[in-house]
């Protein structure tokens, strides 16, 4: 999950919808509220929590995704803020959550996947309504408008606003799968296009230069292959997180 790998939180996929977090040596504080020494089991399907006494089921109001986002809304973690927006246009309390996530593919360098699909940055910027402004609001000018605030008031904030906040990345999280997967299926289709258009023109070419081999065509035939499927496996994470409320003052 993605709150988990911000806060640095060791993930081991045990199958059957089961997850095993263990703490690690990075992360974001020493002692992470909620998660014992020795680590503890969760899973998102609430049949599999029902069917085993040690899974805890997770959902938004769990005190792991709550401590979590406290976590790194209101610290200094480099890749979450909290910010304010001097705007009389909008109502004072508007809240807006800036969220920055990264779409990329996991695969050894040789298959240079950076031709298809190089990390790729989605940027959005929602309402309460989970409206997406960041066609209309770009990122330079709308950053150069926000001011920082210190630990305490933003602990405040975080505090009156912690159910919105997690609503609204419900509602983010639905968005930047349609998004990413735009991007992957493009990038898939580009990948297919180029690599099968490669080996067709050199299995052309052999017709008239028999010096080809058929390894050679193998060859290109299974990178081709490796690389669709790596395609296949690409993913999203959330890279950064900003929490903006206006004010008047």
């Avoid at 997770?58 to 790194?72: A, V």
């Avoid at 159910?163 to 930047?176: F, K, P, R």
């Avoid at 230069?209 to 058929?214: A, G, K, L």
Wanted: glycine share 6%; net charge negative; hydrophobic share 40%.
């Amino acid at each position: 999950m993605n709150l988990f790998d911000i806060v640095g939180i060791n993930q081991d996929d045990r199958g059957d919808n089961l997850i095993v977090l263990t703490p690690s040596d990075h992360m974001l504080v020493p002692d992470f509220p909620g998660l014992p020494e020795d680590g503890c089991t969760i899973t998102f399907e609430r049949d599999v929590a029902l069917s085993r006494e040690d899974a805890q089921f997770i959902t938004w109001e769990h005190p792991l995704i709550r401590n979590g986002l406290d976590l790194i809304l209101s610290g200094d973690t480099g890749s979450s803020t909290i910010s304010l927006l001097k705007n009389k246009a909008l109502p004072v309390g508007t809240l807006l959550v800036e969220l920055v996530y990264v779409v990329e593919a996991q695969a050894p360098k040789q298959l240079q996947l950076n031709r298809f699909l190089p990390p790729t940055p989605v940027r959005m910027l929602l309402d309460k309504n989970g409206n997406n402004l960041a066609a209309q609001v770009e990122f330079e000018t709308f950053n150069r408008q926000l001011s920082a605030v210190n630990r305490h008031t933003g602990s405040k904030l975080v505090n009156a606003v912690q159910q919105d906040v997690h609503a609204i990345l419900q509602l983010g999280e639905t968005q930047i799968e349609q998004s990413a997967r735009a991007l992957i299926d493009n990038a898939r289709r580009e990948a297919d296009e180029k690599l099968s258009g490669e080996l067709s023109r050199l299995e052309a070419l052999r017709a008239v230069n028999p010096n080809i081999r058929d390894d050679e065509l193998a060859a290109i035939d299974s990178n081709r292959q490796q690389v669709l499927e790596s395609l296949n496996q690409a993913g999203w994470r959330l890279d950064a997180l900003r929490l903006i409320v206006v004010t008047h003052q």
